[in-house]
């Protein structure tokens, strides 16, 4: 059973938003169009508290950009974004939103980060999504959004290893940092994970 997942298409990720994808808004309509091809659709949303750990306005003397440690590992601050229920954190208007079964929201705990759709920063507490999506019986996951160096990059690392054939759709998807992106594809490669575009699913 195929599934598409559709990571934090977010108006703050979006060219005109606080924490800017390049050309991140040219994949609203490549996502419209594969809708019909697959048998189940879920998404995610970036959802922050407006205290969250990752915005750097939330540390004194820190800058946009700088790296902090938190449980261990390095997080980059952000400007802020995607906050819970403003309009940075809201679906991009175009996006076609009514095939969507559910939408999971991460990065909803104060103290840690989640750039993952299945686990946060830490991998100390699930989202559920594993068990929504082994319940409902996806074999084959299809992920795209923004940002495929981050969000989408560590959600199919996640997926992978719940044992999901993962496919990274690239044409429905852009990097925040394109070089970096090219580093991590052919890392997912190697570990098996397929590259396809839109024209080919
Ligand atoms: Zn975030």
């Known amino acids: 059973m195929k599934t598409l997942l559709i990571i934090d298409v977010q108006n703050d990720f979006m060219p005109s938003g606080s924490l800017p994808v390049p050309y991140g808004n040219e994949i609203v309509p490549v996502i419209n169009a594969i809708q019909d091809k697959f048998d189940l659709i879920v998404a995610t949303q970036d959802w922050h508290p407006r205290n969250h750990v990752s915005f750097a306005n939330n540390h004194e003397g820190k800058s946009n950009f700088d790296e902090i440690e938190i449980y261990g590992k390095t997080q980059t601050l952000w400007p802020d974004h995607c906050i819970q229920g403003t309009e940075g954190a809201a679906f991009h208007r175009d996006l076609n939103t009514e095939k969507m079964e559910a939408i999971f929201r991460k990065g909803t705990d104060t103290t840690i980060d989640s750039y993952s759709a299945f686990y946060d920063n830490g991998h100390l507490k699930s989202t559920g999504l594993t068990g929504y999506l082994k319940e409902k019986g996806t074999t084959q996951l299809f992920l795209c959004g923004l940002a495929s160096d981050i969000c989408v990059y560590f959600s199919i690392i996640d997926a992978f290893k719940e044992g999901f054939t993962c ?11 394109t070089k970096e992106f090219e580093n991590l594809k052919k890392s997912m490669i190697t570990m098996g994970i397929k590259m396809v575009t839109s024209a080919s699913i």
């Open 167 to 177: 496919f990274f759709i690239e044409d429905a998807s852009k990097a925040l940092d």
